[in-house]
């Protein structure tokens, strides 16, 4: 089973940037889409962007701002975060064919 362990979480304010990381360990399918999906108070978890060898893609609230990247060699994926608002404001999950990171906190303030 694959593990997920993401990191590059934290405080940024409105229009401030933040970069994501997810390392996986385990084997990694490179045509098999990895996602994130974020979860914010109150609110049902979201997909927010997923990338595989072949596409990308992500949702019409973060396009243009995010943009996810992986590294099939390295087993990670990224997603670059530039012109936050407050309403990015969540914990980001990455995941892949069933397997979840444990999460990582996004406060954007205003």
Known sequence: QVQL?????????????????????????????MSWYRQ???KQRELVARISSASTDDVDSVKGRFTINRDNDKKTFDLQMKSL??????????????????????????
Not at 7 to 23: D, E, F, I, N, P
Not at 87 to 110: F, I, K, L, N, P
């Open 5 to 33: 362990v993401e990191s590059g979480g934290g405080w940024v304010q409105t229009g401030g940037s933040l970069r994501l990381s997810c390392a996986a360990s385990g084997t990694i399918g490179r045509f098999n889409f």
């Open 40 to 42: 914010a108070p109150g």
């Open 85 to 110: 608002k407050p309403e990015d404001t969540a914990v980001y999950y990455c995941t892949y064919w069933g397997s979840w990171g444990r999460g990582t906190q996004v406060t954007v303030s205003s």
